[in-house]
C-alpha cells in the first residue's frame, strides 16, 4: 500500500506536465525506517542527493522518522495536495525544493536553485 496512494496519480501527472521523474521506494531501503509504512512517493533529483521523498501530513510520520529519512540522503516535505494544483503552483513549490541533480539536466523553467 502506498502512503500516498490519494496522491500518486495526480503528483505522477503534474511532475509529467512538466518532465520530471518520480518514482516509489520501499520503506525498508531506507535503514532505520520501519518497513511497515509502505511505499513512498520519490521525486527524483530535487531535495537531497537520494532525491525528495512526499509524504502526506496525514502519515504521521514522527521528527525521528523524518531524521532516519534525511541521514539516508533524500529530502523530505510533508504535502498535502489539493488536486487543484497548476503548472506555476508546481513549478514555485519545486523551485523551494531545489534542485540536486546534474546541472546539465536542470529544467529550462526552474529559474532558481
Known sequence: M????????????LFDQVGLKSSTISTGAI???AKDIGELFLLHNFGGCAGLILVPSAAGFNLSQLDLIWEAGFGCSVV???GDETRADLIDVL???GWTG??????????YD
Do not use: H, Q, R
Open 31 to 33: 535503514p532505520g525506517l
Open 95 to 97: 523551485t523551494d525544493w
Open 102 to 111: 546534474p546541472s546539465d539536466e536542470k529544467p529550462a523553467w526552474l529559474v
Open 80 to 82: 498535502d495536495f489539493s
Open 2 to 13: 502506498l502512503i500516498l496512494d490519494k496522491y500518486n496519480g495526480e503528483l505522477e501527472d
